[in-house]
C-alpha cells in the first residue's frame, strides 16, 4: 500500500475543509483583536501617550498574528487550487484593496513614532484605523458574496469568466455581512483593551464594546433570518456526488434554492450548537463587559468568533464558492481539491508544524503579557511605538 493511501481520500478533504476553517478561525481570533484595536484607536484614546498605550498592547505580538493570515491563504492555494484560482481572479480588486489597506499597519506602527510632530503623528493613528476597518469590512462583504453566489462560469476546458465587477460585490446583503464582521472584530478588540490597557482607556473600550456586541447581535440575527427565509438562497446539489472524484466541477448538477443553506441543520439538528456558539458568545461579552472578569470576557469573545464564523462554513457545506450564474460550476469539497497525495502529504507537514505554531504562539503571549499603561510607556520609551 502506498503510504498517502492511508487516509482516504473523501476523509482527506474532510479533513482540509475542517482545517481552512480552523486557519481561518485562528486569523480571525488573533489578528482580528489587532484589527478591532486599530479601529478603535481614534476613539478611544484622546492623547498621544494614551495612543501609544493602545498602539503598544498588540504592537509587540501582531505581526505573529499575520502567521494565520498567510497560512490561510497558502492552504487554499495548495489544497483548493481552484478556489484559490477563482476567487483571487474574481474578488482581484477587492483583494488589491485589503493587501493596500493591510500594507499601512506596519508602516504605520513603524513611523508614528519617528517625529514628535502632533500632525504626523495623528495622520498615521487615522492610517491605522484605515489598515484595520477596511480588511474587516472587505473580508464581511467577501463571506456576504461567497454566501450569494459568485459570477463565474466556466467553459468545458474548466477556463473560468469572471462575469461581475468591483462594485457589485457591495450588495445589501454583503455590506451588512461587512458590518457584522466589523461590529465582531470591534468587540473582540475592546475586549482586548479591557484586559491590556490602563483603566480610562479600557473603560471606554468597554462603552464602545458594549455598542459593537449589539449590533453583532442584531446583525448576526437578522443575516440568520434572511437566509432561513429564503430571502438569500442557498445552493442544492441535485445529482450523485463521488466523494472521492478528483477535481472537476462540472461533473455535478446543482441548482439555486430558497431555504438551502438551511439543509445542513435540517439534516443534522445537532449542527444548531454552531450558530448558538456564536450568540453565545455574543451574549455573554455584552453582559460580561460590565463586569471585571476580564479573561472569562476574553473567553466569549472568541467563542463570538469562532462561532459565526463556523456557521458560515457549516451552514455552505459542501459548497466553498457556489456561482449565481452557473451553478453547476460551483466550487464543493468534493469536486474542487487537490490529488490524494498532495493533501495527505501537506496534512504530515501540517501535523508536525502547526503544534509548533501554536506553542511558539502561547509562549510569546505568555512572556509579553500584562497591562500596559502610561507608566510603562514612559518607562520603555527606547521600544515602544
Known sequence: ????????????????????????????????????????????????????????????????????????????????????????????????????????????????????????????????????????????VAVGNVLLGVPFTLDNDLRMTYEGNFFGLFSPFSLLCGLLSVSMLVMHGAVWLVMRASDDIAQKARLFGTIASIAAIILF??????????????????????????????????????????????????????????????????????TKMEMLIFVFSKWAVTGIIATVGISMFPFMLPSSVQPEASLTVWDASSTHRTLFNMLVATVIFLPIILAYTAWVYKVLWGKVDEETIERDNHTAY
Open 221 to 290: 440575527a437578522l443575516g440568520g433570518y434572511l437566509v432561513s427565509t429564503g430571502f438569500v438562497e442557498g445552493y442544492r446539489i441535485t445529482s450523485e456526488v463521488d466523494p472521492n472524484m478528483q477535481a472537476n466541477p462540472l461533473a455535478k448538477q446543482a441548482v439555486m434554492e430558497a431555504g438551502a443553506w438551511m439543509n445542513n441543520y435540517t439534516a443534522m439538528p445537532w449542527l444548531w450548537i454552531v450558530p448558538w456558539l456564536g450568540f453565545l458568545g455574543l451574549f455573554g461579552t455584552l453582559i460580561l463587559l460590565q
Open 1 to 140: 500500500m502506498v503510504l498517502y493511501e492511508l487516509i482516504d481520500y473523501s476523509t482527506l478533504k474532510v479533513i482540509w475543509w475542517v482545517l481552512l476553517g480552523v486557519l481561518l478561525i485562528g486569523f480571525a481570533v488573533t489578528d482580528g483583536f489587532d484589527m478591532g484595536v486599530g479601529t478603535l484607536l481614534p476613539f478611544v484614546a484622546d492623547t498621544d501617550i494614551e495612543r501609544r498605550v493602545v498602539i503598544n498592547t498588540i504592537g509587540p505580538t501582531w505581526e505573529g498574528n499575520q502567521v494565520w493570515f498567510i497560512l490561510g491563504g497558502g492552504a487554499i492555494f495548495a489544497a483548493w487550487p481552484p478556489l484559490y484560482a477563482i476567487s483571487f481572479s474574481g474578488f482581484y480588486l477587492a483583494m488589491f484593496v485589503v493587501l493596500a489597506a493591510l500594507i499601512l499597519r506596519p508602516v504605520s506602527f513603524k513611523y508614528r513614532s519617528k517625529k514628535p510632530d502632533p500632525s504626523w503623528r495623528t495622520a498615521w493613528d487615522w492610517a491605522l484605523f484605515v489598515g484595520s476597518f477596511v480588511p474587516a469590512l472587505v473580508f464581511g
